[in-house]
């Protein structure tokens, strides 16, 4: 293999291939291409620029992090080329380096299912997706022994692909229009690595339209510059539908920056994992309050457009605080019913739950 490519090319696909390879990347140089793949057990990541000139196809397999550090500090074009003494040799400028190949065993490839039972396609906006992530993956489970909540739900929907999470005490969902969809509508359950990545690639510029394809056991997400391929989780879903309120007593609208501020401010008091805040209603303000048995307590009121009979509920402060931060809108919509029951927030084209807790 010989190739020569852009430095600034290549080291954004060895960078993101790092975050899942554990210990080798493959790098392939053909028809005026080079790919990297990186792999663990669960999850492949396949990413590919284009070459300045590809002199020699071939490919070659190289210590991950060895590779990473090397082009971090490349500027400019890089040669790649097997060396002498099994070797692979970089050169960039005036300087060389000479990495060990690996064998091929380091880097096992994912098989997929040549014959599924069951499939589904969706065609959408890379840029729609990555906002789509972000904006539920924070709920996941992050406990093991909540089994069928340590992934988010995938289901193609009326309203187009929509993504849901959930860890029990709070609810995500958020759908991206379609611009093509066919197949089994049933769910699917879709790992936080493959998240974390689908996220990371769709964000890039060169992932504008992105196609996610849904098997018996796979996802795969497809783009001009990546494809993404992971091991669906086993496991149920609980029935999400039955836990969306379908009405609302009160409804507030509410500045997102303010609401923000307001949980920060009361959070120097009611700090820490198990912190609650108080949440009450009047007819053009909300009262934010929180207390330590300890470090006192404190208040700020915040100005609201309120609709409806006004009541006082109590959260988690980190849950609520969290949530609020990951909807995608400068102005909240919150409706409520009873100050057990609970918190909606409506936006654009998804809704976040939170479950209240008692003040007593």
């Given at each position: ?5 852009q ?61 990473r ?29 000479n ?50 909540l ?42 936080p ?24 056991r ?22 999400y ?69 006004p ?22 919509k ?27």
């Open positions: 293999m010989e190739v020569t490519i430095a600034e090319d290549l080291a954004p696909l060895v960078t993101k291939c790092c975050t899942i390879a554990k210990e080798a990347v493959l790098i392939q140089a053909a028809n005026a291409r080079v790919t990297v793949v990186g792999t663990d057990t669960q999850i492949e990541a396949i990413g590919s620029a284009t070459a300045t000139v590809v002199m020699v196809p071939g490919q070659a397999v190289v210590p991950a992090d060895v590779l550090d090397v082009l971090k500090v490349c500027k400019g074009v890089v040669t790649i080329a097997h060396g002498l003494q099994g070797r692979l040799r970089i050169r960039c400028g005036t300087a060389t380096w990495l060990p190949l690996l064998d091929a065993a380091a880097v096992p490839r994912m098989a997929l299912d040549k014959a599924p039972k069951r499939s589904m396609t969706a065609r959408c906006s890379g840029a729609d997706l990555a906002v789509a992530i972000g904006c539920t993956a924070f709920a996941v489970s992050k406990e093991s022994t909540r089994y069928g340590n992934g988010a739900l995938v289901e193609h929907t009326p309203d187009g692909l929509t993504l849901v999470a959930t860890d029990g005490t709070r609810l995500a969902l958020y759908s991206v229009l379609v611009d093509e969809g066919e197949g089994d509508a049933k769910g699917a359950l879709l790992p690595a493959f998240l974390r990545m689908a996220q990371a690639v769709c964000a890039g510029a060169k992932m504008d339209s992105v196609t996610l394809t849904v098997d018996d796979t996802a795969r997400l497809s783009g001009d510059q990546w494809t993404i391929i992971a091991r669906l989780m086993d496991g149920e879903f609980p029935d539908r039955q836990v969306i309120p379908k009405s609302a007593s009160l409804t507030v609208a509410v500045p997102k920056a303010a609401m923000l501020a307001a949980l920060d401010a009361t959070a120097t008091v009611s700090a820490g994992p198990r912190g609650v805040v108080e949440l009450r209603f009047g007819e053009e303000r909300m009262l934010v309050q929180g207390r330590h048995q300890d470090l006192g307590d404190a208040s700020i009121e915040v100005e609201t457009d309120t609709t409806g009979k009541i006082n509920i109590g959260f988690m402060v980190s849950l609520l605080r969290e949530t609020v931060a990951h909807v995608p809108v400068s102005d909240l919150l409706e409520m019913t009873a100050p057990l029951n609970p918190l909606v927030i409506r936006a654009q084209s998804g809704l976040w739950i939170v479950m209240p807790c008692r003040m007593d």
